[in-house]
Nanobody, 125 residues
């Protein structure tokens, strides 16, 4: 099981970025996958999660409105579209999964055992 996150970079406030998470080594075609982030000096927090099979999305209240999670199953890739970015969105963004968890809400409220390497997003003028 491997997750490879990419797409981070430097963006101005109000800008957009799309992160990608490529999943490999799964027996499930559509594993539940979540995006999490960790800002400097802060704990890791959930951004959004996607359930197995039916792709039900979950966003914590603090993340609703500017983030959109989606999946291209043919490419084994889950995306995180981030719009109207703010300096406080600066963080390392990780994708993660738990092979024993299929529900997006539960995945976001857990600490998954399988993590990608993270991609840095910096929002600054």
């Amino acid at each position: 099981v491997q997750l490879q996150a990419s797409g981070g970079g430097l963006v101005q406030p109000g800008g957009s970025l799309r992160l990608s998470c490529v999943a490999s080594g799964f027996t499930l075609n559509r594993p539940a996958i979540g995006w999490f982030r960790q800002a400097p000096g802060k704990g890791r927090e959930a951004v959004s999660c996607l359930s197995t099979n039916n792709d039900i999305t979950y966003y914590p209240d603090s993340m609703k409105g500017r983030f959109t999670i989606s999946r291209d199953a043919a490419k084994n890739t889950v995306y995180l579209q981030m719009d109207n970015l703010r300096p406080e969105d600066t963080a390392v963004y990780y994708c993660a999964t738990d092979l024993g968890q299929s529900i997006s809400y539960a995945l976001c409220h857990s600490r998954p055992p399988n993590w990608g390497q993270g991609t840095l997003v910096t929002v600054s003028s």
